[in-house]
């Protein structure tokens, strides 16, 4: 995709139109950030991740505006007036600019046909002002299937779900504890005038009132600090890591959780990070480079483990599975147009799948710990019910904690506007032999 030396909103556009097209915000949006010069990039960000939050509600309007749909080959420009019915409804950028700009980006896309269309698409909705929400998927921004599963899974949650869904996620640390108390670092945020109050559940977790660059951190670079969500953090609190133990994080890249593993407990015997990704698992190396920490890195599909493992079990097993990633929608709003309903069944197998294998290599007495960031059952406590329906030797453990819903299986976190992201837990044990 070339943006080069296109005006912000025709960049944008083509962006969106990328991730119509099935590819993610992460995967198309640096290339594109690239290509602009840097003051620029703050904006262009804001525009592509606020365009696809309200991607459902702008897309109502839009259709609604538009006598028939622009041609296949025009479709950029349809974005394009998303971008800008973004900005009118959402940003303080005054109306003449928004519109004068959304027509010389349509020039700019050598779609000069299509200038009197934006034009008069976007002084209607300038004159006429937001309508009132057609149906449920407009009204809450998201899939009309997502609304409903939600409704379904979560009869006096759903519309939480769903606003908290639409918020901004917040900035949350993890403080190294090897380095640092979380006291010391909430001290050095306090010099630094950053203001930043402590997670409620995890131990090592800062919350920041106001998201800031990460160079702007105290001791970023040199691995004091690193960004993980709150409910992230939590898995550390249910591996109950003891030095000496083989850890395995099957599902690791960017490695995230395999770092506050080896951050939370010094003298393990070995942490073996997997992922099945040659494009993701390089990220999980820069990580545990950045802050001094060692791990043995695998590419290979974690069930197929005639291909990798050596035979000597596990004592602790971290299995984050990929999922729906339904509970981190705020942090990832492209997840709206690009997920499907009927990707869920066959995650949920995979999901299984990677479950049974595990568990063949997790050492008797030894600990797994389940997660995924998702909010659908589907993907959660009901594949622990399935698992354990499977396998009579397993023995579920009820973490003593104060967060999370008891769902009998597992604990489920949904996403809390002012805090943690939809994540589910379940830690299973395996007899002594
Ligand atoms: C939810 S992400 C893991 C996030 C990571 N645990 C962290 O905290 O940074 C799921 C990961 O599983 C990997 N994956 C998917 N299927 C896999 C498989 N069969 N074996 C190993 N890794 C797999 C994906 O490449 C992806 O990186």
Redesign the pocket.
């Known amino acids: 995709m070339d943006t080069y030396g296109l005006p912000l909103r025709a960049a944008a556009a083509k962006v969106l139109l990328a991730v119509e097209n099935g590819q993610s915000l992460n995967q198309c949006l640096p290339p594109a950030l690239q290509q602009l010069p840097p003051d620029q990039r703050p904006a262009m960000q804001a525009l592509c991740f606020g365009t696809s939050r309200w991607f459902h509600r702008l897309d109502g309007e839009l259709r609604s505006r538009l006598k028939k749909s622009l041609r296949p080959t025009d479709r950029v420009v349809h974005h394009l007036m998303l971008v800008a019915l973004f900005q009118l409804r959402f940003s303080q950028q005054a109306n003449y600019a928004i519109l004068n700009e959304s027509v010389e980006a349509c020039r700019a896309l050598n779609k000069p046909h299509l200038t009197g269309l934006v034009n008069g698409v976007l002084r209607s909705a300038e004159r006429e002002g937001a309508p009132e929400p057609a149906d449920d998927a407009s009204r809450f921004s998201h899939p009309q299937w997502m609304v409903e599963k939600l409704r379904h899974n979560w009869p006096d949650d759903w519309q939480s779900i769903l606003d908290a869904n639409n918020t901004q996620a917040p900035m949350t640390l993890r403080v190294n504890a090897r380095r640092m108390s979380r006291d010391a670092y909430l001290d050095l945020l306090k010099e630094a005038v950053i203001e930043a109050v402590p997670t409620r559940f995890a131990p090592h977790g800062i919350q920041l009132v106001h998201p800031v660059p990460v160079d702007h951190l105290p001791y970023f670079l040199d691995g004091t600090v690193s960004v993980q969500d709150e409910a992230?953090q939590l898995c550390t609190t249910l591996l109950d890591l003891k030095p000496g133990q083989r850890v395995l994080?099957?599902?690791?890249?960017?490695?995230?959780?395999?770092c506050a593993i080896l951050e939370a407990c010094d003298g393990l015997n070995e942490v073996v990070a997997?992922?099945?990704?040659a494009e993701?698992l390089p990220r999980v190396q820069e990580n545990l480079d950045r802050l001094d920490l060692h791990a043995t890195l695998n590419q290979?599909?974690?069930?197929d483990t005639e291909q990798w493992w050596d035979g000597e079990p596990f004592d602790r097993i971290?299995l984050?599975?990929?999922?729906s990633?339904s509970g981190v929608i705020r942090r990832h709003p492209d997840i709206k147009l690009l997920r499907r309903e009927s990707d869920i069944t066959p995650l949920a197998a995979?999901q299984l799948g990677?479950l049974n294998a595990m568990w063949d290599i997790l050492k008797p007495g030894g600990r797994l710990v389940y997660a995924?960031?998702s909010v659908f059952p589907q993907e959660n406590h009901r594949i622990i019910q399935r698992f354990q329906k499977q396998n009579q030797d397993v023995q579920p453990v009820e973490p003593d904690v104060a967060w999370g819903r008891d769902m009998g299986a597992g604990r489920q976190l949904l996403p809390d506007p002012e805090s943690h992201d939809g994540f589910f837990y379940a830690v299973l044990e395996k007899p002594e032999a």
């Open positions: 992230a994080d099957a599902c690791a890249a960017p490695g995230g959780k395999t997997l992922d099945e990704s993701r290979a599909d974690a069930a971290l984050d599975v990929p999922c990633a995979i990677l995924t960031c």
